[in-house]
C-alpha cells in the first residue's frame, strides 16, 4: 500500500510529551497509509527507549548529538516514503480526525500549498502560534518602542500575531508554524527542506518565504484542531531568547538588504534594551516583573551572539547515528 503521509517528530528531552503525542497520532492514522519517523536529537531522559518499547513501528533514529529543529527534520524527511510530509511538534496531542482534514484540505489547496492547523492550550484556550505574519520594520518598531506590549493582538501595533483572529477560517497566512506543518513531498524537495543553518527557531518562517517566492502558499485549515502546549504560562528565559533574536536576525540578513537587515538587527538590541527598563520600572511594584527584567537584561548583553552569528550550515549527520524499527 503507498504511504500517502510521512509524519516527521524531532524529539528532545520530552519522553512522556511525545509518547502522548505518538498515542494521538495512532489514534487515527489509517493502518498502511501513514508512516511515523522520530528522530531522537540525543536525549537523557529515556525517550529513544521508550518510544522503541511502546511504538516498534516508528521508525526511530537515535542521534549521538543535538541536530537542531531544522537538521533533524531534514534527516528525517530523507527516510520518508510519503507523498506529503507533516511536521509534527512532540508536545502536540492531536483532535479526532485531524489528520484526515488536513491532508483533505492539502490536497485541494494543491501541491504548492503549506498547511497548518488551529492550535489550542491544554486548558482549551486558543494558542495562536499555529501562524504568524511575517517580520517587517514597523513591527519590529512596535516590539522595540512598548507599542507591541500595550496594545497586543492588535492589527496595528502587533502585526505579526494577526490580530485577534481566532483561526477559526480559511485564510492565506506570510508564515505556518513548525509545530504542525503539512507540506507536499514534491514542494518539499523543491526547496530543499529546511535551511539547516537554522537551529532551532526561524527555519518555519525562512521555508514559507521561500514557498512564497516560488508561488506557493500557506493556508490555515480550521477544522484540523490540536492541542500545542509550547508556550503554556513559560517564563522568561535568557537562552531561549537569545536563540529567537539570533533566529530573527538570520532571517533578516538572509530575506531583506544589508541596509534593512542592519536595521533590523538594530531593532532587536532597542527591543531588548526596553523591555528591560519597563520590567525594571514594574519590579518596585511587582516582584515577578524583577525575574524578567534580570532575563532582558541578560539577554541585551548577549546581543554580541545575534550580531556575529552568519548562516553557516550545520554539517550533515554523517555519524554516529543509529537507524532504528523500520
Avoid at 517564563?235 to 544589508?258: E, N, Q
Wanted: aromatic share 10%.
Amino acid at each position: 500500500m503507498a504511504i500517502d503521509l510521512s509524519i516527521l517528530i524531532v524529539s528532545y528531552n520530552t519522553r512522556e510529551q511525545t509518547l502522548a503525542c505518538l498515542s494521538s497520532v495512532f489514534r487515527q492514522a489509517p493502518a498502511g497509509a501513514v508512516e511515523v519517523i522520530v528522530v531522537d536529537n540525543a536525549s537523557s531522559d529515556g525517550s529513544a527507549d521508550a518510544i522503541a518499547a511502546r511504538w516498534p513501528t516508528v521508525t526511530l533514529i537515535r542521534s549521538a548529538r543535538n541536530l537542531g529543529f531544522a537538521a533533524a527534520n531534514n534527516l528525517a524527511a530523507t527516510q520518508a516514503r510519503g507523498r506529503m510530509l507533516l511536521l509534527l511538534n512532540p508536545d502536540t496531542v492531536l483532535h479526532d480526525r485531524c489528520l484526515q482534514y488536513a491532508v483533505g484540505f492539502a490536497d485541494r489547496m494543491g501541491p504548492k500549498a503549506i498547511v497548518g492547523g488551529r492550535t489550542f492550550f491544554a486548558n482549551g484556550s486558543l494558542n495562536p502560534a499555529s501562524c504568524h505574519g511575517k517580520p517587517g520594520l514597523w513591527s519590529l518598531f512596535c516590539a522595540a518602542s512598548g507599542l507591541m506590549s500595550l496594545f497586543r493582538n492588535t492589527r496595528l501595533f502587533d502585526p505579526e500575531s494577526l490580530g485577534r483572529w481566532a483561526r477559526d477560517t480559511v485564510r492565506e497566512v506570510d508564515i505556518v508554524s513548525g509545530c504542525f506543518l503539512l507540506i507536499h513531498r514534491t514542494l518539499w524537495d523543491r526547496l530543499g527542506g529546511f535551511d539547516s543553518a537554522f537551529f532551532m527557531y526561524g527555519e518555519d518562517a525562512d521555508l514559507c518565504a521561500r514557498a512564497w517566492a516560488d508561488g506557493g502558499r500557506c493556508v490555515i485549515c480550521p477544522d484540523a484542531t490540536l492541542i500545542h502546549l509550547g508556550g503554556a504560562s513559560e517564563p522568561v528565559r535568557a537562552d531561549k531568547l537569545v536563540r529567537l533574536f539570533s533566529a530573527k536576525a538570520m532571517l533578516f540578513r538572509k530575506h531583506w538588504t544589508p541596509a534593512k537587515a542592519m536595521f533590523g538587527t538594530w531593532a532587536l538590541d532597542a527591543w531588548a534594551a526596553s523591555r528591560t527598563v519597563a520590567c525594571a520600572a514594574l519590579g518596585t511594584i511587582r516582584p515577578a516583573a524583577r525575574r524578567s527584567m534580570r532575563a532582558w537584561a541578560s539577554v541585551f548583553a548577549r546581543r554580541g551572539e545575534w550580531h556575529w552569528r552568519r548562516l553557516n550550515p550545520v554539517p550533515s549527520p554523517a555519524a554516529p547515528l543509529e537507524r532504528a524499527h523500520t
